[in-house]
């Protein structure tokens, strides 16, 4: 855990430096390990930071000539400033990043491959499910995977039974039924929420989409991307809006478009909203805003369509081509070796599931999960992380799964049907107008 706060934590201070000082001279090779290692970090909770300072720290205490710089910045740009200063020629050694990052950075030539670095710590066999493949492209492995979070529906249990409703959801129709069972918008009660107002939106409709087998995208036997959009995917992504659209409009406040991911769990938290597709990480907010009815709370596996696919959440650490790769492999090297991270993972246990084998299935880690998680570990988050993939891996890397995510692409078309009244089928077409004006 320590070693991995000090990746973050250098990832945090690093940012502002980055631009300010230039290029980290890599001394990293010898026997003696020498320089500035900077690591830009969105990991911004205060449990993470601490940790990965603790990481950078034991660090420089092992190697005394080395200083270990943290930038902590949020997620919201974070892809755009990685890619400026690659430009720039001026990165972070070491970068966390998210879901399509790997990919984008990838094909700027900005990232280094690490293959050698996994073999060391490892192999591709010690990393879970499709955790290694989500920060890889045709061109070999350009992030080291961190962490992965399965998503899963949360729900109030006592707004359930005071409706009435006593079954958990296994289609798309029950759950809708859930949440419009539960819905009192005169008592301020929602059934459901969907922050439309950041790339969080996407991430729910992704899961929806990857439910009823469309994929969006593939690519040729000569490795050029195309929008893959058959009439049966058409009929699929028009059946999938429709449904946003009336779970929305019948279920969730008005103000929805706007939400930010921060806002649907403080409602789920505060009991505004009773469901909400996430990741464990929202028992944070329920902890801090409810803690009398944090029991209250509970999940199940988002209910299936034509298949039972879905989206998982994942983070990784990428080495920059132009930084000092020596080092920074020395770091990552030392953080995945033997139970190092165990104090980073459950230092913020609801949001962090290791990548790693190893240390997915030590006692270290699992003794020391909060009771409402061990339920998931490790069945069902084995059983949602093996079947779960990103636009960025769901038929191979695709390049520009970050910017798909970061800008929000299903999400805004979802909310052009809920402002400006167009059409499910409308919605579709601006989907794959978007998806064509990548390539």
């Not at 755009?80 to 399509?100: E, W, Y």
Request: charged share 20%.
């Amino acid at each position: 855990m320590k070693k991995v706060v000090l990746a973050m934590l250098i990832v945090m201070l690093a940012v502002g430096s980055v631009f300010a000082t230039g290029q980290s001279e890599d001394k990293g090779s010898g026997s003696a390990m020498t320089g500035t290692l900077k690591i830009w970090s969105p990991l911004t909770q205060k449990e993470r930071a601490a940790e990965l300072e603790n990481l950078a720290k034991e660090f420089e205490a092992l190697n005394p000539g080395v200083k270990v710089e943290i930038t902590v910045m949020p997620w919201s740009g974070l892809l755009d400033k990685l890619m400026a200063s690659i430009m720039a020629g001026n990165p972070p050694d070491i970068a966390i990043v998210g879901q399509g990052y790997p990919q984008t950075l990838a094909a700027s030539g900005g990232l280094m491959e690490l293959s050698d670095l996994i073999a060391k710590v490892g192999g591709k066999d010690a990393f879970l499910g499709t955790s290694l493949s989500l920060g890889s492209t045709e061109d070999g492995i350009y992030s080291m995977p961190l962490y992965i979070t399965p998503v899963v529906a949360y729900y109030r249990q006592s707004y359930l039974d005071a409706a009435g409703y006593d079954k958990i959801p296994t289609t798309w129709e029950d759950y809708y039924e859930m949440c419009k069972a539960v819905t009192d918008p005169a008592n301020n009660r929602y059934g459901f929420g969907i922050p439309l107002g950041d790339h969080h939106g996407t991430k729910t409709i992704w899961s929806f989409l990857q439910a009823n087998n469309v994929d969006l995208v593939n690519v040729d036997e000569n490795g050029k991307w195309y929008v893959d959009i058959d009439d049966e995917d058409r009929a699929a992504m028009v059946e999938t809006y429709k449904y946003f659209y009336k779970l929305v409009k019948d279920c969730a406040p008005a103000g929805v478009t706007s939400y930010t991911q921060t806002n649907v769990r403080e409602m789920v938290a505060t009991g505004i909203i009773m469901s909400r597709i996430d990741t464990p990480e929202i028992y944070y907010n329920v902890a801090k805003m409810d803690p009398d009815h944090f029991d209250d709370v509970k999940y199940f596996r988002v209910p299936g369509r034509k298949s039972n696919r879905s989206y998982m959440g994942w983070v990784g650490m990428s080495v920059m081509t132009k930084g000092n790769t020596g080092l920074a492999s020395k770091f990552i090297e030392y953080c995945y070796a033997g139970d190092t991270l165990v104090d980073f993972y459950v230092s913020y246990p609801h949001a962090m599931f290791p990548a790693n084998k190893a240390i997915f299935e030590a006692a270290a880690y699992r003794d020391h999960l909060p009771k409402e998680l061990q339920e998931m570990v490790p069945d069902l988050a084995l059983d949602i992380l093996s079947s779960s993939a990103s636009i960025a891996m769901a038929n191979g890397p695709f390049p520009y799964a970050g910017e798909v995510e970061s800008k929000n692409y299903l999400g805004n078309a979802l909310t052009r049907m809920l402002v400006n009244g167009i059409s499910a089928e409308e919605a579709v077409d601006g989907v794959v107008a978007d998806l064509n004006g990548l390539f």
